[in-house]
């Protein structure tokens, strides 16, 4: 009975500890981008918080101008865990400065690549390196609801990058050269036309960033625009809707880090630190990346693949008490 007593009692202790926590913590929304390697990550951090840290965790969909636009002005949600903040540099400096907006850790710690890529065997077989080779051969990149034309595939509606794709497309004169910008409706829809490419033994031209799952399956070639970064013109014009005029300007290395508001670091010191710390590889998110599009997984799949398989890498996100009540929970 005794033996008994002293269980409930410190089941009981445990109980108040985490309660403690969570009130400490709160709760937190974070967005669910919606594309692999954000989506895994933001499971990764509901998983590591709810159990290491004592918080309520809620996912929210999110996608990277909606949800900094929505943190920058509602304050919601708490987190973005992969912001790609090339695209949202200026106005989130502001924000930085304003004391509305924090930046935490650099999720990917090499940065992220963005740019045109066509499959490494045309690119050899033509002997195209740079956007401006690309663009003499419209009849290699099929697509366009008009065979006479060439295909330069764009980004789903709410991506940022559907804006510089669009300002690129313009800024190289491609329409003029043959080609047609082409939709493809959704993140489903870009890799679905990469794979039929590549299916069919057909060219492919258009955006596409990494770490991603699919630069891991198939071997595509990222293209030279000619001309380097100029910062001025991409954040006056470059990443600017409907830009009057244009230039070719390349994409800089990508900064892709967790961003949260002034609320989520008052309400949840407790997990600053975690926030601030964390952080992999573009190897490691690839490798991640693969086995859920090999598996069909879920995002909350990914995460579970993760943190089973690479107790080596996030173990350092976190001291050694919060490792193992994760462990625990897993």
Known sequence: MKKLMLTAAAGAMTLMANS?????????????????SAGAIAHIDKIILENGYGCNVELVTGDTMPTFTSMNEKGQPDVAPELWINAVREPLDKAVAAGDLIIGGEILNEGGVEGFWVPTSLAEKHNIKTVEDALKHPELFPGAEDDSKGAWFTCPTGWNCRITTGNQFRAFGAEEKGFVLVDPGS?????????RAFERGQGWLGYYWAPTSILGKYDMTLLDFGVGHDKEHWDSCTVIEDCADPKPNAWVASEVFTVVTDEFAEKAGVAMDYIKGRSWDNHTAGKVLAWMSDNQATNEDGA?????????VWTQWVTPEVAEKVKKAL
């Open 187 to 195: 993140a489903a829809g870009l890799d679905g036309s990469i794979a």
């Open 20 to 36: 403690a926590m969570a009130e400490e913590c709160g709760t937190v929304t974070m967005a669910e981008m919606n594309w692999a």
């Open 304 to 312: 579970y693949f993760f943190l089973e398989n690479f107790e080596d």
